[in-house]
């Protein structure tokens, strides 16, 4: 079974930085796509940063410049290094994987696998 574990969250103070990790782990065959969504209060859950298997990065438009996502292919880890943060990333982060696993001796098409999440709170 598949599962992303999200670490890293907390309290932080507006300027200061912080760095999310995540975890994939199971049966996996191949991750293909890893990113970082966030989720506001009342808000949707929405892209803040993506990477490819050959490191090919996206970003929104508020973070580009102050966060950064890197991703440990052998170990199935990605991360999101947090800079200068703002009150207005706080949020919910959550991981994300498109991959594929092993079901017994065959594999699974490409599916989307999400964390539980961990919590940001930045403060003035």
């Known amino acids: 079974q598949v599962q992303l574990v999200e670490s890293g969250g907390g309290l932080v103070q507006a300027g200061e930085s912080r760095r999310l990790s995540c975890k994939a782990s199971g049966s996996i065959f191949g991750v293909h796509k890893m990113a970082w969504y966030r989720q506001g209060s009342g808000t949707e859950r929405d892209l803040v940063a993506s990477i490819t298997t050959d490191g090919t990065t996206q970003y929104r438009d508020s973070v580009r410049g102050r966060f950064t996502i890197t991703r440990d292919n052998i170990r199935n880890r990605v991360y999101l290094q947090m800079n200068n943060l703002k009150e207005a990333d706080t949020g919910t982060y959550y991981c994300?994987?498109?991959?594929?696993?092993?079901?017994?001796?065959?594999?699974?098409?490409?599916?989307?696998?999400w964390g539980r999440g961990t919590r940001i709170t930045v403060s003035p």
């Open positions: 994300y994987a498109n991959l594929q696993a092993y079901e017994g001796s065959r594999l699974s098409s490409q599916t989307d696998y």
